[in-house]
T-cell receptor, first 112, second 115 residues
Framework: GQNIDQPTEMTATEGAIVQINCTYQ??????LFWYQQHAGEAPTFLSY????GLEEKGRFSSFLSRSKGYSYLLLKELQMKDSASYLC?????????????FGGGTRLMVKP | DAGVTQSPTHLIKTRGQQVTLRCSPK?????VSWYQQALGQGPQFIFQ???????QRGNFPDRFSGHQFPNYSSELNVNALLLGDSALYLC??????????????FGSGTRLTVV
């Protein structure tokens, strides 16, 4: 089975940097995804990590450590529009890559 | 380029009734997966359809069933609705049976309320 944990809520200030952590326990890890979901909208793809290290994409970066079962999403130069839920999801090798298991999501509130 | 479209956007049903939700995948995608997202929770995998067959199923009862049509669109059917079935139902499309490095493209979902 799989267990994915991330903080329920976080608050940060506009212009600041915030790090959202995700820890996972899985029987067959085969990649980790981060999605952004605004209230009432579809989740949108942010990043994908399958090897250890940092992937940078503009203001967003994602890090993975497979040995520690740990990932984080780093958001820089926060903007009000970054207020959303951030979902960590793991692909399980035993499921032949056919599904993602999601954490409960982290609701980020950006304040002026 | 049309993304994933779902209908209806909102639905209210009575306990015990049956419901059908519809999804058209993103142009060029041939695989449809369905997820249930309860309020304040992450999405939970229901099942995946590829080549008009159910290929993988999550931990959901047989009351949840689906279908994929030759044009790759899909339906999710839920029978004998329970109050606990109230949730946002997300359709996600992708190309091929496995999930590539770009993950899914999600629709905006159908908000089902069971009263």
């Amino acid at each position: 089975g799989q267990n994915i944990d991330q903080p329920t809520e976080m608050t940060a200030t506009e212009g600041a940097i915030v790090q959202i952590n995700c820890t996972y326990q899985t029987s067959g890890f085969n990649g980790l995804f981060w999605y952004q979901q605004h209230a009432g909208e579809a989740p949108t793809f942010l990043s994908y990590n399958v090897l250890d290290g940092l992937e940078e994409k503009g203001r967003f970066s994602s890090f993975l450590s497979r040995s520690k079962g740990y990932s984080y999403l780093l958001l820089k130069e926060l903007q009000m529009k970054d207020s959303a839920s951030y979902l960590c999801a793991v692909r399980d090798l035993e499921r032949a890559g056919n599904m993602l298991t999601f954490g409960g999501g982290t609701r980020l509130m950006v304040k002026p | 380029d049309a993304g994933v479209t779902q209908s209806p956007t909102h639905l209210i049903k009575t306990r015990g009734q049956q419901v059908t939700l519809r999804c058209s995948p993103k142009s060029g995608h041939d695989t449809v997966s369905w997820y249930q997202q309860a309020l304040g929770q992450g999405p939970q995998f229901i099942f995946q359809y590829y080549e008009e067959e159910e290929r993988q199923r999550g931990n959901f009862p047989d009351r949840f069933s689906g279908h994929q049509f030759p044009n790759y669109s899909s339906e999710l059917n839920v029978n004998a609705l329970l109050l606990g079935d109230s949730a946002l139902y997300l359709c996600a499309s992708s190309l091929g049976e496995g999930i590539g490095h770009k993950g899914y493209t999600f629709g905006s979902g159908t908000r089902l309320t069971v009263v």
